[in-house]
């Protein structure tokens, strides 16, 4: 049931704080991370593959890029994702040391649930994350790690992605631990990092309605693009999914160091460009290389809408609206920073008169090719 919100959408987007602590309760002991659902695989497979391939479709796979480069910096294990259907037509090289993650939140998506299939036919361990209790994927897996969003009812996917993200961050860490790639400090440091989103996701939906008084706005836009670099590319691909599901508006998502490559000479007067603005505090100095794509695009006379970290005043000389995200640590980021993207794809679909909960040509779940 909706209750008093205006659509299932809106009130999915309200449930992304419970969906991360739901997705994180039970699955932390003494400030460590213990998956119960991993016990089935055992920590020798954990700690004897060499391999993690995440295969996921739409939103689900931009979490699992999102869980890319968690799992690889934490546990020192090569990850990949790829899309379900690209992966399933290829015969992919799989070995009994890969661990093919597959992301979905029905567990029901077709081509997903083929690559599955086919995995495990080739010997793969399979693991599945999931938000659909019971549903074909987990079933047809060799373990699986619920997400705990609830159901979700908007064909566009909001609270079930926050959540697939933290079943990622969990496995990496997990991951971590039984492959002693981090240290137990660093891993409980990380832990009560992450405990903290649900709280800084309460402060973000706050921001809610500056973006609705800016998709209003620009109700008339008529292409909106997004750039990220590192965890916040995968946030700049599903800003940009949710536009062209809700809105039916031309968007597309870059990583901000391939601007020079080829998209900025999309710029012109009057672009609206979204930046995710990397924390200033994040050791790579990605912060610096991002204010300089804005300064770039600026003077080509985009309009610029910054993501960025309260206190981050760098950006403000640059951008000419700045949303605010707490400080999280940088892996994090992108559950803060997601949000007003989902606000943003929401509020140009009611903008415009849109149906947001049901966008047209879409089912909820693709159950077939
Ligand atoms: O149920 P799944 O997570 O497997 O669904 C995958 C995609 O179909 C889904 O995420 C789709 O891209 C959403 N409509 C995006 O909002």
Redesign the pocket.
């Known amino acids: 049931e909706k209750g008093g919100w205006s659509s299932f959408m809106a009130k999915e987007i309200s449930e992304e704080p419970d969906a991360v602590a739901n997705t994180i309760r039970g699955r932390v002991t003494d400030g460590l991370v213990h998956i119960p659902e991993l016990d089935g695989l055992g920590d020798d497979v954990l700690r004897s593959i060499d391999r993690v391939l995440i295969i996921?479709?739409?939103?689900?796979a931009y979490a699992g890029m999102v869980g890319k480069y968690a799992i690889e910096q934490w546990a020192r294990v090569p990850v990949d994702v790829e899309l379900a259907h690209e992966f399933r037509y290829r015969e992919p090289v799989l070995s009994p040391n890969t661990l093919v993650v597959s992301?979905?939140?029905?567990?029901?998506?077709m081509d997903?649930l083929m690559a599955v299939k086919y995995a495990r036919e080739q010997g793969a361990r399979t693991l599945s994350i999931c938000n659909t209790q019971g549903a074909t994927i987990p079933r047809e897996s060799d373990a699986v790690v619920y997400t705990h969003a609830g159901p979700e009812v908007a064909?566009?996917?909001t609270k079930?992605f926050v959540a697939q993200i933290t079943a990622c961050y969990l496995f990496g860490l997990q991951l971590a631990q039984v492959r002693e790639t981090l240290a137990a400090d660093a891993v409980r440091a990380l832990v009560a990092d992450l405990q903290k989103v649900p709280d800084q996701l309460r402060d973000v939906i706050a921001s809610g309605e500056r973006i609705a008084e800016l998709a209003h706005w620009m109700a008339d836009t008529r292409s909106v693009l997004f750039l990220g670099r590192h965890v916040g590319y995968p946030i700049a691909l599903e800003g940009a999914?949710?536009l062209k599901?809700l809105a039916y508006i031309h968007a597309e998502g870059f990583a901000a160091g391939e601007l020079k490559h080829g998209p900025i000479a999309l710029i012109e007067p009057g672009q609206i460009v979204f930046v995710i603005v990397p924390s200033p505090r994040d050791e790579r100095s990605l912060h610096a290389k991002v204010v300089s794509n804005i300064q770039e695009i600026r003077a080509r006379g985009a309009r610029v809408i910054a993501i960025a970290e309260a206190g981050d005043v760098a950006v403000l000389p640059h951008a000419d609206e700045v949303i605010r995200i707490p400080l999280a640590s940088p892996f994090f980021e992108p559950l803060l920073a997601v949000v007003p993207l989902h606000f943003f794809g929401m509020e140009l679909a009611a903008a415009k008169g849109l149906d947001v909960d049901q966008p047209r040509n879409?089912a909820k779940?693709?159950t077939v090719e």
């Open positions: 996921a479709c739409g939103t689900a992301i979905s939140q029905s567990g029901e998506t997903t064909v566009a996917s079930a999914l949710k599901e879409l779940s693709v």
